[in-house]
């Protein structure tokens, strides 16, 4: 079982940054690729980045270059870095991990950019 709590959220103006962190724990391996999604209201749940073993990244086009996900040496947590937010930045942020054919879910954390 693996659990994934995220923090970090919160009320930003536009311009402004954030990071989100994301703890997991439970039977989980360096090697698990690990990533942030986001859903806005009324909108589908998309994929804003991922991380790969290795440090391999990948990053959605509507974050590229404002972004960056990273991963400590340990591997059971995940950060996002988001710079220059812009309000339809505004959503919940879910981080997720995907092993065994599993793919787990955190309860999601609120993030806000005001115009």
């Known amino acids: 079982q693996v659990q994934l709590v995220e923090s970090g959220g919160g009320l930003v103006q536009a311009g402004g940054s954030l990071r989100l962190s994301c703890v997991a724990s439970?039977?989980?391996?360096?090697?698990?690729?690990m990533g942030w999604y986001r859903q806005a209201p009324g909108k589908q749940r998309e994929l804003v980045a991922r991380i790969f073993y290795g440090g391999g990244t990948y990053y959605a086009d509507s974050v590229k270059d404002r972004s960056t996900i990273s991963r400590n040496n340990a591997g059971n947590t995940v950060y996002l870095q988001m710079n220059s937010l812009k309000p339809e930045d505004t959503a919940i942020y879910y981080c997720?991990?995907?092993?065994?054919?599993?793919?787990?879910w955190g309860q999601g954390t609120q993030v806000t950019v005001s115009s």
């Open positions: 997720n991990l995907f092993s065994m054919g599993t793919t787990y």
């Open positions: 439970g039977s989980i391996l360096r090697s698990n690729p």
